[in-house]
Structures are given as structure tokens and as C-alpha cells.
């Protein structure tokens, strides 16, 4: 089994994102189309005249390059919030000058000014969750509770619509051996550039990542860039992540999981009022969960998960395996047939085992490429 | 128009999970649409300054109409009163001051003067107005229209799946609506409420009447599978109350078919579409 000493090693094998994925060296031509520009279309059309920064940039943006040449072109007019997502992704020694561009078309238009949400819950909604948890079925709870609070707290932390991803995190029920080996991604919502949706890219998660760590310290933390930032905190950049904040869930000194959130903004979660709302949302969350979902600290002894593109193999397999089960039980006569959520937790039991396996051959094929080429 | 004791007759019910569910469903259709007010012509919009959306719901359409265009000013109304403090809610996290919400009964004559919107939106008001009150309610979505604006409704036929226990549960709603004199089916099979939007609003004087329909495929591999079997999954509790209530099935058989559900809907075999219809004209 692997320890989470090494797991501490093995963070610092995981490949690394560029700080700067603009080269500093293009073409002289290049950098004085850029200087010259006369508006944020010439900068724009400047900036992505390299084919690899056009597809980073539409990557980064979530949107597609052509739409970042019809914006260039004028052939199409992007709305203000999709100029400051723009902003973000632009090389960092440019965005001044896009600013200033931008706003000799629209004075109203501002750099990364981000005014603090504000730092206190609403009292109408903190009723309203309160309201809920009493009077909503126990099968509809975790549903309606988990969506209504990422549908609030998307709204209040993510005004400017910057992009912003926030999803549930849930420890899987314990191994036979009684301890907790991996956490689930339940729920995720998310706003531009971000899908609406996260379901589909859900995904295991273990010691290697910022919400792994979290729930086994049991304490929030945050990472300010994860594109550049040296921590000793464990994380990886995935899609349009910059900065990122988790906070445990807690009842009665027991954790059941995590709130992990997301920025396209660096450092977004420096601002104390705004970290202490993720607090606030998560202590809602913890609302939707019961008492025997949470678990003593003790019993938290996380593992390795493998990459997203491993899981997704796998994971693709989740319905076939529900239906295999439930018809299975159907034709035992001895057994009481499954529910659908009963055979649902089976079926992630199961590839969480499975994944188990394949996070060791994967990070025991890394360790020993790494040990070849030192 | 109804008595002033006549009951809450929406068919899902007002609880919670239904404002969530609703928020969410917005989305999806919104999505399906292209957008809030996709059928509506660059030069129609630019004229328009204030929005009312009738039956609201948790206020999602209106919300993000506020935030799309902060010069528009919209105002939503719904009966249900914790519907209504939902949208607040929603408009004080959202930092908006151009999205407000009032409790009125949309099959009533509504608390505002004639002529004051520019646009008067009302979607799936099939889930709670009887054939009755149709013609009733749609000319005063008329009267609160300004001349030239335009009214705009849209409702579903709620589709077809492949899903043999959504389908038998689907049967029961629409047979339970047609009892209690909601829908406009004649066999049982269809809500059958697209075909007569159209000509309500005509009936009601409307000009320039158009009609744009829409399908929403979230069948087994498309995006939309897992979100909108959720959103049906859930409705299908939600209505059971309504199912039982009316007496088209007991409590055992809407339990057993809400547990196969899921199964069907998400199986890698599954087919599914929904139909959007939206119709709009000019008041004169």
C-alpha cells in the first residue's frame, strides 16, 4: 500500500503546467504588431496569430478558436464578461494594454477588480436552507439541499462571472478493513467556462489532491495559482482551474467530505470575506448529509487515485454495472432485490477498488520511469 | 377566472425541491432554445425595457433575463409565496437591482396597469390552469402589454422516451390532469396543450402570430441525459401526490415505477426527446 510519504513524493512527479505558456521569444514582427495595436481586436488577432497560443487561449476560455477570430475580426461582438475572461487568459505582460484598449470602446470595462462578496449569509436563504432540511423527504434531501446551496452560492460568489467551478465532495463508505480509501465528486455546478453541469466529469479523488488533503486534515485550505505556486499542499491543475479552495465537512468532530471550489482568477480565494463564505456554504452543505455519513478522523486513511483519463475508462462502465447488479438480484431468489441506490453505491464500490489497483500500477510505472532517467 | 377560495392547483406541488428543480430545469430548456429570447429579432429586443414573466416559478427565466441584460427591467409573479422568496433570494446573492418579484395568482386579474410591460412572457402554464381559464388569463396577459409588445408563451408535450415506467407514470399524469380538467387531451396520450397556443393568442387579438418549436434530445450519450433524467426523476415524485390523489394509481404502483425509473432513463440504450413549443405576437 502506498503511504502518504510518498505520496508526498509522487506529487512532485506530476507533470508541470507551463507559468507562461506565451513564449517570450516570438517573432519580433509579432511583438510589434502587438505594441502597435489600435484596439483590443489588433491585440487580439496579434496574440493569436501563433496557431499553439490560439488553442491554449480558446482552450483556457472554453470557447472555440474560431470564435476567438470572429472576435478579433469584429466579425462578432463578445459580451463584457467574456472580455474579462479573456482578460485572465491573456499573456500576463499584455493585459494592461488590453485593459486600456478595451476601454476606449467602453469606459465602463475594468481590470481584475474583483469587489468582495459579501461576507455574511443572506438570513432569507440561511431560512430558507433551515426550512428545507425540515420539511423535504429524506429521499429528495441531499438533491434539493446540495443543488439549492451551489445554485446560491454561485451566484454570490461568482458575480462578475469570472468562471467558477464548486462541487461535493463525498467520503466513500469505508473499505473492508474499516477505513476510508478515496472520496467521491457527488455534485458540481459550475459557471462559464465551466459546463453548467460537472456530473459527467466527476471523479474519484485521493491523497493526491487539494481535497484529499483537506479532509484528512480536517481543515480548509486554499491554493492562490495553481499554475505557479510551490506548496506543500497537494494539487493539480485540471481544465480551467486557477485558484482553488476546499473546506471539510464536519459534524460532531466526523467528516464526510469536502466543498472544493474553484476559480479561472488567481487568488481569488485570498480575500478572507470570500473564503469565509465558502465556510458558510459548506456548513450548509453539511445540512444535506446524515448523521452515518460522517466519520471518525481516524478512519480517514486516503490513497492514491489514478489520472482523470484512467478513471474515465472505467468510469464510463457505472450504468452497465448498476443494471448488472440489480438484475442479478432480480434473479436471486434468496436475496431481497436491490434499489436503484442501493445497486448505484455497490457499482462505485466497485470501481473504486478497481481504481485503487490501477492508481498503483499507474504511480509504480511513473516512480520507476523517474528513478530511470535520474 | 377562479373563485378566490379555489385551491392551488399546480400539479407538481410548491415544495423545495420543486423551486430547485425548476431553477434547474430553466437551464436546460434555455439551453435547448439557444438562449433566453432566441426566436426574438436583434431589432424587437433593442425596444424592449421592461419584462413581465407570468407564473415564475423560483423566478430562473426572469433572473437570468435581469443578468443577460442589465437594461431590461423584469418582474416576475407567481402565487406561491415561498416561490417568490426564493427569487428574491436569488436576485439579493446575484447583486441584481433590475429583477423584482411579486406573490399574484396568474389565473386572476393581474396588479398592474394596462400597457405596462413591453414583453409578457408565461411558460408551462398548462401544470396549473384549467381549459376554462385559457382564453381568460391570456387576454390579460393582453391588457398588461403595451401596444406593439409582445406576448410570448411556451409549453411542452413533455415528449417521448423509450423508458417503459416514465412513459406508464407520464400516462398517469396526463390522465389525472384530464380529470380534473387540466391539459387538453382528448385520449389520455398527449397534454395536447401545443396545438391551442397558438390560437389563444390569436382569439385574444394578437397580430403577427409566430410559432418556433424546439426538441431537446437527451437521449443515452448526449449531454443532456443525465441532468434532464434527474429533472424528470424528480418530477416524478413530485407529482405522485397528485397521481394518488386524483385516484389514477395508488401509492404502491407510483413507488414501483419511480424505482425503475432510473435504471431505464440512464441505461446506455435509452432514448428520449422533449418538445419545446414557443409562440409570440404583437398586441395591436
Known amino acids: ?40 481586436r489588433d491585440l487580439l488577432k496579434a496574440i493569436i496569430k501563433d ?14 478558436a474560431v470564435t476567438l477570430t470572429r472576435w478579433s475580426t ?4 463578445p459580451r463584457q464578461q467574456h472580455l474579462r475572461q479573456l482578460l485572465r487568459v491573456l499573456p500576463a505582460d499584455l493585459r494592461g494594454q488590453f485593459v486600456a484598449l478595451v476601454q476606449q470602446e467602453d469606459a465602463s470595462f475594468h481590470d481584475e477588480a474583483f469587489p468582495d462578496s459579501p461576507s455574511n449569509l443572506d438570513p432569507d436563504f440561511l431560512r430558507g436552507v433551515w426550512k428545507m432540511r425540515a420539511e423535504t423527504s429524506s429521499v429528495l434531501l441531499f438533491w434539493t439541499l446540495c443543488k439549492h446551496v451551489l445554485q446560491h452560492a454561485l451566484l454570490q460568489l461568482d458575480r462578475q462571472h469570472a468562471g467558477m467551478s464548486m462541487t461535493v465532495v463525498q467520503c466513500m463508505p469505508p473499505a473492508q478493513d474499516g477505513t476510508i480509501k478515496s472520496l467521491r465528486e457527488v455534485f458540481g455546478r459550475g459557471t462559464s467556462p465551466w459546463p453548467a453541469e460537472l456530473e459527467r466529469e466527476a471523479m474519484f479523488l485521493g491523497a493526491e489532491s487539494l481535497a484529499g488533503y483537506v479532509v484528512s486534515m480536517c481543515r480548509p485550505e486554499a491554493v492562490g495559482d495553481l499554475r505557479t505556486e510551490t506548496t506543500y499542499l497537494p494539487h493539480y491543475k485540471v481544465g480551467h482551474e486557477v485558484s482553488a479552495a476546499a473546506c471539510p465537512l464536519l459534524y460532531a468532530n466526523r467528516v464526510a467530505g469536502c466543498l472544493l471550489v474553484a476559480s479561472t482568477v488567481p487568488n481569488y480565494f485570498a480575500s478572507s470575506a470570500r473564503f469565509r463564505l465558502v465556510l458558510d456554504y459548506a456548513s450548509l452543505i453539511v445540512e444535506a448529509f446524515t448523521p452515518e455519513q460522517f466519520y471518525p478522523l481516524e478512519r480517514i486513511s486516503l490513497r492514491l487515485m489514478p489520472s482523470f483519463e484512467v478513471q474515465h475508462r472505467l468510469l464510463v462502465t457505472l450504468q452497465d454495472r448498476i443494471n448488472g447488479l440489480m438484475l442479478r438480484a432480480q434473479g436471486d431468489s434468496v436475496r431481497p432485490p436491490l434499489t436503484y441506490a442501493q445497486a448505484e453505491q455497490l457499482a ?27 | 377566472m377562479q373563485d378566490d377560495n379555489a385551491p392551488n392547483t399546480y400539479i407538481f406541488g410548491h415544495t423545495d425541491t420543486e423551486k430547485v428543480r425548476l431553477i434547474e430545469q430553466d437551464r436546460h430548456f434555455n439551453q435547448a432554445m439557444g438562449g433566453l429570447l432566441a426566436e426574438q429579432a436583434e431589432s424587437v429586443l433593442s425596444t424592449v425595457r421592461s419584462v413581465l414573466d407570468v407564473a415564475c416559478g423560483p423566478g430562473g427565466w426572469a433572473l437570468d433575463l435581469a443578468q443577460q441584460y442589465p437594461d431590461i427591467q423584469a418582474v416576475g409573479v ?19 437591482d433590475n429583477a423584482l418579484f411579486r406573490v399574484m395568482d396568474a389565473s386572476k386579474p393581474l396588479d398592474f396597469p394596462d400597457g405596462s410591460f413591453d414583453l409578457v412572457n408565461a411558460r408551462f402554464m398548462v401544470a396549473f390552469l384549467t381549459q376554462e381559464q385559457w382564453p381568460a388569463v391570456i387576454e390579460e396577459l393582453l391588457r398588461v402589454c403595451r401596444s406593439g409588445g409582445i406576448v410570448r408563451l411556451i409549453e411542452s408535450e413533455w415528449g417521448g422516451t423509450s423508458s ?17 380538467g387540466q391539459g387538453f387531451s382528448v385520449d389520455g396520450r398527449h397534454v395536447g396543450i401545443t396545438p391551442h397556443i397558438r390560437h389563444f393568442l390569436l382569439q385574444a387579438g394578437c397580430i403577427d402570430v409566430q410559432e418556433v418549436a424546439y426538441a431537446l434530445d437527451f437521449s443515452a450519450g448526449t449531454l443532456m441525459q443525465k441532468p434532464v433524467c434527474d429533472d424528470l426523476w424528480v418530477a416524478q415524485k413530485l407529482v405522485q401526490p397528485f397521481h394518488v390523489g386524483v385516484g389514477v394509481a395508488t401509492q404502491d404502483e407510483v413507488d414501483r415505477l419511480y424505482e425503475q425509473i432510473p435504471g431505464e432513463m440512464l441505461s446506455d440504450d435509452f432514448y428520449g426527446t422533449l418538445y419545446l413549443d414557443t409562440v409570440w405576437g404583437s398586441k395591436p
Open chain 1, 1 to 40: 500500500m502506498l503511504t502518504f510519504a510518498l505520496f508526498s513524493a509522487m506529487v512532485s512527479i506530476l507533470p508541470l503546467i507551463p507559468t507562461s505558456p506565451y513564449r517570450e521569444d516570438q517573432e519580433k514582427g509579432s511583438a510589434n504588431a502587438m505594441a502597435d495595436s489600435a484596439s483590443w
Open chain 1, 51 to 64: 496557431p499553439q497560443e490560439r488553442e491554449r487561449v480558446a482552450a483556457e476560455l472554453g470557447k472555440n
Open chain 1, 74 to 77: 469584429g466579425e462578432s461582438q
Open chain 1, 348 to 374: 462505485w464500490q466497485e470501481l473504486e477498488e478497481e481504481l485503487l489497483g490501477a492508481a498503483e500500477e499507474q504511480y509504480n510505472r511513473e516512480l520507476w520511469s523517474e528513478h530511470k532517467r535520474r
Open chain 2, 78 to 96: 407567481d402565487i406561491d409565496e415561498g416561490m417568490i422568496e426564493y427569487a428574491n433570494t436569488m436576485a439579493r446573492a446575484s447583486g441584481l
Open chain 2, 164 to 180: 417503459p415506467s416514465y412513459e406508464q407514470s407520464l400516462n398517469f399524469t396526463i390522465l389525472a390532469m384530464q380529470r380534473v
